[in-house]
Nanobody
Framework: QVQLAESGGGLVQAGGSLRLSCTAS?????????MGWYRQAPGKGRELVAT???????NYGDSVKGRFTISRDNPGITVYLQMNSLKPEDTADYYC????????????WGQGTQVTVSS
């Protein structure tokens, strides 16, 4: 199994920066292929923010390209999201995500961390 622990959310003014971290733990962490972040704003569905594979391939949601950067540490069990030039529309609950493949794909989610951007 995989557990995900997030940190780094908070309140920031528009134009500011925040860094989110997520660390995976559990007996199956070394079969994790992809990790990343999704977000959900009040009254909206969950949307992709960014993901990164063990091989370093990244994928970003259109609304954050050029402002957010995802990275992953060498063991591949901690993922970081550097968020710059934050906008009020970035306000949401941010969820860490991990996928491992062992015969089939298994998806895991963190409990979420809140990011609020004031105008």
């Amino acid at each position: 199994q995989v557990q995900l622990a997030e940190s780094g959310g908070g309140l920031v003014q528009a134009g500011g920066s925040l860094r989110l971290s997520c660390t995976a733990s559990g007996g199956s962490i070394f079969s994790i292929n992809s990790m990343g972040w999704y977000r959900q704003a009040p009254g909206k569905g969950r949307e992709l923010v960014a993901t990164v594979t063990k091989g370093g391939t990244t994928n970003y949601g259109d609304s954050v390209k050029g402002r957010f950067t995802i990275s992953r540490d060498n063991p591949g069990i901690t993922v970081y999201l550097q968020m710059n030039s934050l906008k009020p529309e970035d306000t949401a609950d941010y969820y860490c995500y991990a996928q491992r493949v062992w015969g089939r794909a298994y998806d895991y989610w963190g409990q979420g961390t809140q990011v609020t951007v004031s105008s």
